[in-house]
């Protein structure tokens, strides 16, 4: 069975700076899919970034980046230039690449972001 | 396109009785997964339909139970209530549910049981 930790159960940061969340995963599997998500107070989950694991490049996308450390098992999240509307719960999840892994995803405990003005 | 859609978006409840929650899918989208938030236990897999199929079910007990449509749209059904079963009920759907697709959510449907 696949872990996900979030070990970061609340962070802060100020307005425009920069701001690393950490994720570290347990898996036997050698092809897999990560992800961060985030729940603003809306409720709704919303994609931030994903990375597949065969990938060596760590994916971007705007502000936010991942440094990906497969043999680490380490995922974690960079978001540069914060702005206010980053403020949310942020998960990590794994998912297992094919096989009968239909549609599940398994998510850390989340990390509460603050974006202080 | 009109994201994933949740209803009813609250809900109270009383032990014992049962509840269903609908989810209505992205168009186009043919894999609904169904997630169950609580701030113990976080965010945990309770299962995914494919063409009116469950092929995938995570760790709970037998008064959860879900379906799926034609049209894609998917029901979850809890029986027999207890208090440990409040929490926000989320819905996602993907094309297929391949593992290279991302998920989409839906808003949840918050559950209380008095």
């Known amino acids: 069975a696949q872990t996900v930790t979030q070990s970061q159960p609340e962070m802060s940061v100020q307005e425009a700076e920069t701001v690393t969340l950490s994720c570290t995963y347990d898996?036997?599997?050698?092809?897999?899919?990560l992800f961060w998500y985030k729940q603003p107070p809306s409720r709704q989950m919303i994609l931030v970034i994903r990375?597949?694991?065969?990938?060596?490049q760590n994916a971007t996308e705007n502000r936010f980046s991942v440094n990906f450390q497969k043999a680490a098992k380490s995922f974690s999240l960079k978001i540069s230039d914060s702005q206010l509307g980053d403020t949310a719960m942020y998960f990590c999840?794994?998912?297992?690449?094919?096989?009968?892994?239909?549609?599940?995803?398994?998510f850390g405990q989340g990390t509460i972001l603050t974006v202080h003005p | 396109k009109a994201g994933v859609t949740q209803t009813p978006r609250y809900l109270i409840k009383t032990r014992g009785q049962q509840v269903t929650l609908s989810c209505s899918p992205i168009?186009?989208?043919?894999?609904v997964s169904w997630y169950q938030q609580t701030p113990g236990q976080g965010l945990q897999f309770l299962f995914e339909?494919?063409?009116?199929?469950?092929?995938n079910k995570g760790n709970f007990p037998g008064r959860f139970s879900g379906r799926q449509f034609s049209n894609s749209r998917s029901e979850m059904n809890v029986s027999t209530l207890e208090l440990g079963d409040s929490a926000l009920y989320l819905c996602?759907?993907?094309?297929?549910?391949?593992?290279?697709?991302?998920?989409?959510f839906g808003d949840g449907t918050r559950l209380s049981i008095l």
């Open positions: 339909y494919f063409s009116e199929t469950q092929r």
């Open positions: 999840a794994f998912r297992t690449a094919g096989g009968t892994s239909y549609g599940k995803l398994t």
């Open positions: 168009s186009g989208h043919r894999s």
């Open positions: 990375q597949e694991a065969y990938k060596q």
């Open positions: 996602a759907s993907s094309k297929d549910g391949d593992s290279n697709q991302p998920q989409h």
């Open positions: 898996t036997s599997e050698n092809n897999y899919y």
